[in-house]
């Protein structure tokens, strides 16, 4: 059981518009900056999204993040098959005096 | 460019204890917290803990404390995370993955997001 709860799966079709939520309270994303990481199978974990909105370089902007209260999103536009991957929400939580990420959401590209 | 690169698979049975390395390059390691996470098969990311290399001090997640031994050795840029008493259920891949933030130095790892990550280590546990 994840202290972030993330939907365990997500689809759309190329070129459509997809959100991936991840909700917790108030002891992390309701007073810390939220991080998104996206995984495939296989290899390293890759950072997408840093404190809620910023992109690191390289990443297109076709990634986005936003946060409100003790929720926030991912979207990805324009999405490309090259999209599919497992995508990770994770936050400092103050109660437990370290990072906790979200279970994990599949995304398939149909 | 900023690099970590970690050790090879390791196959260990219950009880004993399993050491992994992750070798820094493209900056300067005194400079950012190391954090350790793992995944087990079929499930998440999971924080294991921090390491500052700087002080030596660490933290780790209250499931692995008493288990976890996080160090580093400056001289030659390479942090360790070594878990001992292994159980089956810690096989799993295990990352390295440097600590950045806005903040110059290592002043606190609660505002860090992790950048880039190791390439992972699978230990396996057999009984």
């Known amino acids: 059981q994840s202290v972030l709860t993330q939907p365990p799966s997500a689809s759309g079709t190329p070129g459509q518009r997809v959100t991936i939520s991840c909700s917790g309270s108030?002891?992390?994303?309701?007073?810390?900056?939220v991080n998104w990481y996206q995984h495939l199978p296989g290899t390293a974990p890759k950072l997408l999204i840093y404190?809620?909105?910023q992109r690191p370089s390289g990443v297109p902007d076709r990634f986005s993040g936003s946060k409100s209260g003790t929720s926030a999103s991912l979207a990805i536009s324009g999405l490309q098959s090259e999209d599919e991957a497992d995508y990770y929400c994770a936050a400092w939580d103050d109660r437990l005096n370290g990072v906790v990420f979200g279970g994990g959401t599949k995304l398939t590209v149909l | 460019q900023v690099q970590l690169v970690q050790s090879g698979a390791e196959v260990k049975k219950t009880g004993a204890s399993v050491k992994v390395s992750c070798k820094a390059s493209g900056y300067t390691f005194t400079n950012y917290y190391m954090h350790w996470v793992r995944q087990a098969p079929g499930q998440g990311l999971e924080w294991m803990g921090w390491m500052n290399p700087d002080s030596g001090g660490t933290n780790s997640a209250q499931k692995f404390q008493g288990r976890v031994t996080m160090t580093g050795d400056t001289s030659i840029s390479t942090a360790y995370m070594e878990l001992s008493r292994l159980r089956s259920d810690d096989t799993a891949v295990y990352y390295c993955?440097?600590?950045?933030?806005?903040?110059?130095?290592?002043?606190?790892?609660?505002?860090?997001?992790?950048?880039?990550w190791g390439q992972g280590t699978l230990v396996t546990v057999f009984s």
């Open positions: 404190r809620n909105n």
């Open positions: 108030s002891s992390n994303i309701g007073s810390n900056n």
């Open positions: 993955a440097r600590g950045v933030s806005l903040l110059r130095g290592v002043t606190t790892p609660k505002y860090n997001w992790f950048d880039p």
